[in-house]
């Protein structure tokens, strides 16, 4: 139903799904994994909020929205008033900055501390924004908050902010509902693992959302192309000659050369190599791991980092579809 190859010149939504006229807004939009997949599940994404210009405006070129607003999560939660179309969402989308709760992070060590960090250099305090999130759904009062995060936040002592989460939204009027979902099962070539909240408006009593994806995994010599170009420095060349498949070398262990026949692991912010050939990945292969359109314009962004932030479109595309098919289409 959803294919992890596809491009935006075929328009929305994906072949074998109807346009249902739900309304979705997103926050923290970043390239728009999450807004392509509402599209590609039918629904008409109006736009969201991006903090880093730059970003926003690889945003406003790939999906021409109706709303575009660059700014801090913080003051956007703040306003006295939205555009009407606002006050009347079936879903509001977001992943706040998971940087704090990373497993490949610094964890507790960041906790309470503000921090100026990539997207457009704000100083922030990571592991509030989630709460700020929050206080634009109980001012918005959409049917459906879906938000996304990353797995470490229900490990060790991270699970006291999930408490606050559930605790926050329910006092904000929502019914949570806790999942781990893996990209790998759900149709994408990429071992990510991301929890989701996804709540519903108390009036709406809708029964318990049930979500089990079992889509075939897909290995990374699929999607693999051949490719002569050797990019790799003399030190990295090295590492790449050291390192097996499937192993991370390295300072860090930052860098992962990826499994000809494995699933590939989670595109991030270090370098993936290629298996068998000695480079990086191109384009093509990071647009197909994400799941992101391969006619997408990063213009001077690099894909990897762009993809590395979002949510794989087809990983949205699922939860959105099942969302719309159990509870949306019942009200």
């Known amino acids: 139903m959803f294919d992890y190859s596809w491009k ?74 939205y555009p009407e179309d606002l006050y009347n969402l079936d879903i509001l989308d977001g992943s706040p900055p998971c940087s704090s709760f990373s497993i490949a992070g610094n964890r507790e060590k960041d906790w309470g501390k503000t921090k100026a960090f990539k997207e457009g250099q704000a100083e922030q305090r990571l592991d509030d924004l989630f709460f700020d999130y929050i206080k634009l759904a109980k001012k918005l009062q959409p049917k459906i908050v879906l938000a ?14 999930v408490h606050k989460i559930k605790k926050e939204f329910q006092l904000a009027g929502y019914k949570v509902q806790l999942f781990l ?38 290995p990374f010599s699929e999607i693999s192309e051949i490719d002569s170009t050797v990019n790799l420095t003399k030190k990295y060349s090295e590492y790449w000659d ?12 930052a860098i992962k050369k990826l499994k000809l026949n494995s699933v590939s692991y989670t595109i991030h912010t270090g370098d993936i190599y290629h298996p068998t050939q000695k480079r990086t990945l191109t384009k093509t292969e990071y647009c197909k791991i994400g799941s992101y359109p391969l006619d997408y314009c990063f213009k001077n962004i690099d894909p990897k980092y762009l993809i590395g932030m979002s949510v794989p479109p087809v990983m949205t595309a699922q939860i959105a579809n099942q969302i719309n098919i159990q509870w949306l289409k019942k009200i």
């Open 8 to 81: 935006i010149q075929n328009e929305y939504p994906a072949k074998g799904i109807s346009k249902n006229n739900k309304k979705v807004f997103g926050t923290f939009v970043c390239g728009g994994g999450s807004t392509m997949g509402y599209k590609l599940a039918g629904f008409e994404h109006l736009g969201g909020v991006e903090i880093d210009p730059r970003i926003a405006e690889v945003y406003k070129l790939n999906h021409k929205p109706n709303h575009l607003f660059i700014e801090d999560i913080r003051d956007f939660a703040s306003r006295q008033k």
């Open 148 to 161: 996304e995060n990353v797995k470490g936040l229900i490990q060790g002592n991270a699970k006291s902010y």
């Open 181 to 218: 979902l893996n990209a790998a099962t759900m149709g994408v070539p990429q071992k990510r693992e991301r929890i989701f909240f996804i709540c519903q408006r108390h009036d709406l009593n809708l029964p318990k959302l049930n979500l089990k994806f079992d889509c075939p995994a897909i």
């Open 242 to 253: 050291q390192a097996k498949q499937g192993e991370s070398v390295g300072k860090f262990k």
